[in-house]
């Protein structure tokens, strides 16, 4: 048992709570405690306040030095960390004029991850992992989803679930895994798209569950990957085996989106491509739309309609698609304040797209706002107003991040 320990005073304590999971949202809205303070007792938030209210409910104190603003850490609803090789190849050829999909018709793309993933050891996918979620977690990212996608074999998806799974015993963030075995129908498979989605589900699916590999399914509904009609049938036993469904939805074509929110999907993630048909279907739904602008900035194309989304009422989560192909950077609050410039989004939208909005993309109701018996997830940037973090597009880097009320060195 340990005893209640105060961290603080931070300058501004922005703690994302009493705030609207859907709609757009003003800067007035965020709640702002001056020479705020933080309670915590075994990971979790016991008080939440002035710091000086709060100390004598404190048997220690972790004083903070300096300007601080403290928000929660920051949640990272969509990655593909888990992988071996890079596609460096790849970017330079989009640059020299070849598209996503060319590219990937001629063999490079996902498939070409595929392949050096497949190479890799269980053990080499660990290290590329942990690497990883440690670069995320200094930037202030301390819950990070990781999808697998490019093993397409029913081992080679096991190998990359297990290898997130020991990954996440070995770090402090947390890592929410997804499988992805809808990526694309692989290369080497003899047979019809929905006959491997059918090998998949009926294969690989319980072993999801009884090794308790994740929750989350995911497919990629594009005309590279799958069509709408051969996902029903994959996302319908999913649903049936109690999974929740994500989708990497109308990337380049619409489609996507729409068959999420018929499955009650999570989230749809990408949406470049949405017109307004898809951001009113979205908007009335309860499936959080996540914006990848790293993908944007990979692939050098336009943003997901994210002002319109907010505007039309919907929920809007930012990720940083994290993957050595179409999002290479990785660093979702470079991402999230560069989209925030070109769709126009307060610091309200940005921050919140970041925070409890991409917590509920993961349905983790326990993080993503820094209220009484939630996780004590926290980072602190050296600054003494709010405004200054956007503004600096990701270069005003936290200086102390906690990870269950334990700062990370
Ligand atoms: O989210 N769009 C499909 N999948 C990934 C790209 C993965 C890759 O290119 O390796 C994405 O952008
Ligand atoms: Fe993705």
Known sequence: ??????IGPFTQLLPMTNMPLKGALKDGQLEVIEN???????????AIGKFGDLKSKASKIEAVTGNTVCMPGFVDAHTHICHAGSRAKDYA????????????KAGGGIWDTVTKTREASKEELIKGIVERAATHLKSGVTTLEVKSGYGLTVEEELKMLRAIKEANDQIPSDLISTCLAAHMKPKDWN???SEYLEEISSSLFPILKSEKLTNRIDAFIEESAFSPLEIGPYFQKAKAMDFSITVHADQFTTGGSETAVSFTAVSADHLEASTQKEVALLAKS?????????????LGCG???????????????IASDHNPGSAPMGDLLTQA???????KLTNAEVLAAITYRAAKALELEDRGSLEVSKLADFISFPTANYQEITYH?????PDCVWKNGIKID
């Open 393 to 397: 597009q990701g270069q005003l880097k």
């Open 93 to 104: 050829l989009r640059n020299s004029g070849k598209s996503y999909l060319d590219i990937a």
């Open 303 to 317: 943003f997901t309609p994210a002002r319109r989304l907010l505007d039309a009422g919907g929920a809007l989560a």
């Open 337 to 343: 304040a560069i989209l925030g410039t070109f769709e």
């Open 1 to 6: 048992m340990t005893d209640p320990l105060l």
């Open 36 to 46: 705020g303070g933080i309670l915590v007792y075994e990971g979790k938030i016991q």
């Open 286 to 298: 309860n499936t959080i739309a996540v914006a990848l602008p790293g993908a944007s900035l990979g």
């Open 191 to 193: 047979g019809s798209a």
